[in-house]
């Protein structure tokens, strides 16, 4: 009996497969795999790495992969040493190079098969990681902002108005040719007193809910920038209607989405005046979406992009940090409210800029 089934299973067994059908299975995987010579030669790429590197299978096979990297070396070296034994399999990171896109980075494992001087490579894509920690860190960041600001105003509210106080005591006893001296001293007084007011204001004004229509929130916000800058800007609409209303604060979120916007058509200075700049708001339903260390299943994209020269790369990874500014006169809050904004909808902004298309994006989850 037993010795039958054997026997059928033996008879049933598939013959052994030319090197392709051997590796066939891989095209099933997410993870990016090649199998290569140990001279680096590709002998089989699987269809998540055609996509990733953006290179038909028939264009890569039979090419060199060093080829495909920004540090072929490593590669190189580690072949040279996995050929000698060295190691059964070495991890290290590395960037794909691609075809028409940014090089990827990406995590390389690369291990021996059981074939003389034939290696698997498989590649993890690092994008999604780093992408959750620059979230996270945004996240955190935020937070700790919230709290600088209002201790530092509180800290300097207090004693401004004892400062203004006396200055206008003075002014009653002094010689009026020195009045000027204290006319400056009260007027900005007044002044940090409006800015202390504006940092404060967030956190003192209630949120009042109720139902958002994101379109309407857009609508406003591009009236209120085309009052502003009637001439040379052009403000394009891509809508998704479908988008379902959600619960928020209305005012909130044009003040957020108009903060983004205004920038972004203070930034568009030359290009207005040389007539072709341009603003677009679109709303998109993105799916599964994860932010905020959070997986939702439904989420609003509202991005609002602009042709400028793009955010200065001296300021790019604090521009949500209060004060920090790129204008001359700028008060460097725009941005730090509307981040707070947003994330009071549990929400995230994220800016991808480059000259000539710099992209804000807010997230809010959707019901
Ligand atoms: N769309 C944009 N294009 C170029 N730079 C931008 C854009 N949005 C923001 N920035 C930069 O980020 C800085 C911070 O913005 P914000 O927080 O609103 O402060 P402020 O507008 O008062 O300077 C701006 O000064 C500007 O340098
Ligand atoms: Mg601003």
Redesign the pocket.
């Known amino acids: 009996m037993r010795d039958s089934r054997a026997k059928s299973a033996a008879a049933t067994a598939p013959a052994p497969l030319p090197a392709k059908g051997r590796f066939q299975a891989f095209d099933l995987l997410a993870t990016l795999v090649a199998v290569v010579h140990g001279d680096g030669t590709v002998l089989f790429a699987n269809a998540a790495l055609e996509d990733a590197a953006g290179a038909s299978r028939r264009t890569i096979e039979g090419a060199s992969f060093l080829n495909y990297f920004s540090e072929p070396q490593v590669l190189r070296t580690a072949l040279d040493g996995a050929r000698i034994n060295e190691y059964a399999a070495l991890r290290y990171d590395a960037h794909l190079l691609r075809q028409g896109a940014e090089p990827m980075p990406v995590h390389v494992v690369l291990a021996q098969t059981d074939h003389p001087d034939e290696f698997v490579i498989e590649l993890l894509p690092l994008e999604a990681q780093a992408r959750q920690d620059r979230e996270e860190r945004l996240i955190d960041q935020a937070q700790a902002n919230k709290e600088l600001i209002r201790n530092l105003a509180h800290e300097i509210k207090n004693p401004l108005g004892g400062i203004r106080g006396a200055a206008q005591l003075l002014e009653m006893e002094i010689d009026p040719a020195l009045k000027e001296y204290t006319r400056v001293v009260i007027h900005e007084a007044d002044r940090l007193q409006t800015l202390v007011d504006r940092l404060l204001a967030p956190h003192r004004r209630p949120h009042v809910v109720g139902d958002v229509n994101i379109h309407e929130v857009c609508e406003r916000v591009r009236s209120l920038i085309l009052a502003e800058f009637p001439k040379g800007l052009r403000v394009v609409r891509d809508y998704d209607i479908s988008i379902p209303e959600f619960r928020g604060d209305r005012e909130q979120l044009i003040q957020a989405v108009l903060?983004i916007a205004h920038?972004?058509a203070?930034?568009l200075g030359d290009r207005i005046a040389a007539g072709d700049a341009q603003l677009t708001f679109r709303t998109r339903i993105g799916r599964q979406v994860t932010f905020g260390k959070q997986r939702y299943r439904l989420a609003l994209e509202l991005h609002v992009i602009?042709n400028?020269?793009?955010?200065?790369d001296s300021?790019k990874d604090r521009?949500f940090f209060p004060l920090?500014?790129?204008?001359e006169g700028?008060?460097?809050?725009?941005?730090?409210l509307a981040q707070t904004f947003v994330q009071q909808h549990h929400g995230l902004i994220e800016c991808d800029?480059v000259p000539g298309r710099?992209d804000?994006k807010i997230l809010i989850p959707l019901p």
């Open positions: 903060n920038n972004a203070q930034a602009d400028g020269p793009g955010v200065p300021i521009i920090v500014s790129g204008r700028g008060s460097g809050l725009g941005l730090t800029s710099t804000f």
